[in-house]
């Protein structure tokens, strides 16, 4: 079904963009208040603590910013919050996907504040979630509000996706994206994350890696036994540790068959701007105490690798006795959780499918397999018009070239809005390289929010063209 | 050095073993009262709950029974209750190893009695170590007792050697064994456990096997990383799963290197002995709810299994997130415990040495591997005399043929009695089939208790001739 196109007359008008950064000057304080009241809201979503009071501040603050509203909801999950602004001028349409939760703050002692206090020091605003993702989420919605109080009017449509269970990996966002597919069409999207580097060089983000999350349980007796019947017994820790040597050799090799079938492999331009990517690794293998990253790479090799490689991830293991000392039992039940990084155009059904099938073909048919979460990953091509608009709004507000990762080598749902609803994405965003996000002592510039605003609101500007 | 031998003249006497079967009869009802006033000195090692009081205990029901007593002690650890009496008419000594510490009760909810109340119910005394051990320490007492109550004298010098740690390894046994190599001279020993199976018929245990446990740890970064970053960290979980490869295979081949190079070969008559055994496989496969035991083995082979393979037994192993659902973490360490359980001739200090060198030419070198207790396995040849003058003793008092283990599949230390001290070692006691050692409800049937009794005073007098 095709979707119905904005049927407005379109008036061609002009948006004098000095207007509305003067807007933005002279409003910041106000905007920075604004920001701190959507942080002082806790909306914590793996603890479900003040969801629904935040999704209502968003909506408010949409309202008041001008924007029609309306709450989405599934069977479950949290609300989200979605607003638009049509467009006297234009029938292009610019969708802003943000979230309102944040992550859990603890561990509260390493915070030099509290982390719901929107406490303003040193030029920052610091608080659980001020740049992971109410700031990026403010700063968009004040440019919005920008050309509506200037201009009354904006150059585009303009529509907010705002859910409220991000940082839990979006477990009931699909039906309610394939629910809305009309209401969610757009030309182009701006996705959640972003900012600037240490050189003060705005940062782009083209896709994201997709995910699959798997349990696996071998179980042996119906009890722990002594482990003096080791001759006869099967021990399901023993079990598990073969069957998971069978999935990735000691080269880091992924052995599940044809696990690497729809790799797609990077593009040269791609690669290409690996190089200009300020990759640290030196500083980061510092941090972490280790010596090498694997298979020894380093520079913009590891850069590749953590972008492009998909990757098999033993999260945690558990099985028989941990406790001090030995203790001379035979377990009888062992568990594995395991992640799969997935890069384009790998599906997570399918290397699950994979999965299954490996396991049983290498005699492993005994173990329970559980499948927890799971997203696509996404991407936008690097030469793709939207983002080279992206990076010259960028590169006018910022005064400096941006820097592109054709990858993310995080996941989130932004296959959903790339894969489904087929429109090209860029992330991008006001936070800086100290925000701390998902740590303590999380935090955003002031100067940057600002700055932020303005990119947006020249973004908004320059995709009417 | 040579240990002196007992100088006195040797008279010869008569012991009618009758009047010491009379005794027995007549005083049973004491010897319950004596075992029960034991059973309620609670003396768990593994809490160090009553090891003092039960030590002084022990020792006073020595001298009771008219033995001269002596508390050995080492560097660290329990005391270790020495007795003996001297016999006036032989040069023969008879040791006797027992332990006074039990295993932890719990759980107690399940337990149809106080495990310290020692209850009399069903001819049954229950509580925790009226099996295993005090019942066979108490019986081997009380039917040297009556020798001396009845002849004012022994058919052979005895000695008695109880120790408070055995339910905890030994740990701190060989520096007081080898401090008191004369003190524990003997011409042979009868080891702590044993008793009759289903039938009635009395087991005997010729030797234990040895272990050793250790535990591996591995390390990655300083932190947990997000499992974003899995292209470049090193993951303990992944090295811990393929060093552990390399130690076993699917098959249950050990693949350290020269691991199975000292395993001494069962003997025919070995083998043939096992005939006699009434192994209940199917049932103990229907217990624990297992269709096959390892390698399809049933019957004879899995005996033989059971008592002559060595193994290589995952105990525990931990690493990263292992609470509900998923969690996208990549974990900085991760442990496995493994125990070893050896044959004759392996020596556990040699399998460690193995172990570590085949870790690192496996590429293991990163882990760090910490040993803890270690026992080597002992035995005693099925044809020597002292085992046949056992079974002989064994068979006058049940009135059937004694099913002989050439080896038990569990541990202690009888390697320290066995290799050191030199003499042969049998293990045999007053147990039942369903006396529940090491499990609630732990039970001795009264019958069986003197009846035990008996047969250990029958074998003192045996073994005079």
Redesign the interface.
């Known amino acids: 079904m095709a979707c119905p196109k904005n049927r407005l007359m379109v008036v061609v008008m002009s948006f004098d963009l000095g207007k509305v950064y003067s807007y933005i000057d002279e409003q910041a304080e106000a905007f920075v208040k604004d920001l701190v009241k959507l942080v002082k809201q806790p909306s914590v979503s793996a603890k479900g603590e003040g969801i629904v009071e935040c999704a209502k501040l968003v909506e408010e603050m949409m309202r008041d910013a001008g924007l029609s509203t309306k709450i989405l909801t599934g069977q479950k999950g949290n609300p989200v919050v979605y607003g638009e602004v049509k467009s006297k001028s234009s029938r292009k349409t610019l969708l802003f996907y943000d979230h309102y939760d944040v992550q859990p703050p603890e561990p509260l002692e390493k915070w030099k504040y509290d982390p719901f206090s929107g406490k303003i020091a040193e030029g920052k605003i610091y608080g659980r979630g001020v740049t992971d993702n109410k700031g990026n989420f403010v700063s968009r919605l004040k440019a919005v509000h920008g050309f509506l109080e200037v201009f009354g009017d904006l150059p585009v449509n303009v529509k907010f996706f705002v859910e409220g269970e991000e940082e839990i990996?979006s477990p009931n966002l699909e039906p309610i994206v394939k629910a809305h597919k009309c209401l969610l069409s757009a030309d182009a999207a701006i996705w959640e994350f972003g900012g600037t580097d240490r050189h003060g060089r705005p940062e782009l983000y083209l896709g994201l890696?997709g995910?699959l999350?798997v349990?696996l349980r071998a179980k042996?007796?119906?009890?722990d036994?002594?482990?003096?019947?080791?001759?006869?017994?099967?021990?399901p820790?023993?079990r598990l540790?073969?069957a998971?040597?069978a999935l990735?050799?000691?080269d880091e090799k992924i052995l599940i068959k044809d696990f690497y079938e729809n790799v797609r492999s990077s593009l040269p331009e791609e690669t290409e701007c690996l190089k200009n990517i300020p990759f640290e690794d030196e500083e980061?293998r510092k941090?972490?105490?280790?010596k090498?990253?694997?298979k020894g790479?380093s520079g913009l090799e590891?850069l590749k690798?953590?972008l492009f490689?998909p990757?098999?991830?033993?999260?945690?293991?558990?099985?028989?006795?941990?406790g001090k000392?030995?203790?001379?039992?035979?377990?009888h039940e062992?568990?594995v959780?395991l992640?799969f990084?997935l890069v384009p155009d790998q599906k997570p059904e399918e290397i699950f499918e994979k999965l299954v099938c490996h396991l049983k073909t290498c005699?492993f048919e005994d173990l329970e397999i559980i499948k927890?979460?799971s997203t696509e990953p996404a991407k936008t091509p690097i030469n793709d018009p939207f983002v080279v608009l992206v990076a010259e709004a960028a590169e006018k507000v910022y005064g400096k070239k941006a820097v592109i990762y054709p990858l993310?080598?995080?996941?989130g749902p932004m296959h959903l809005f790339r894969n489904f609803l087929g429109y090209p994405i860029v992330s991008a965003g006001c936070g800086g390289p100290e925000s701390n996000t998902?740590a303590p002592n999380e935090n955003l510039e002031i100067e940057g929010f600002i700055k932020g605003t303005k990119f947006i609101a020249t973004l908004i500007s320059d995709f009417a063209e």
């Not at 036994?225 to 021990?235: D, E, F, K, R």
């Not at 941090?287 to 280790?290: A, N, R, T």
């Not at 000392?325 to 377990?331: C, N, Q």
């Not at 993310?408 to 996941?411: D, K, L, R, T, V």
Request: positive net charge; proline residues 4%.
């Open positions: 990996g890696k995910v999350s349990e042996g007796a119906l009890k036994v002594h482990s003096a019947n080791a001759p006869l017994i099967p021990n820790a023993w540790v073969w998971l040597n990735k050799s000691k980061m941090e972490l105490g280790i090498y990253f694997l790479v590891a690798a953590l490689q990757t098999c991830t033993i999260n945690g293991l558990i099985s028989g006795y941990t000392g030995s203790k001379t039992v035979l377990p062992a568990m959780k992640d990084r005699g927890y979460g993310s080598a995080g996941s998902h």
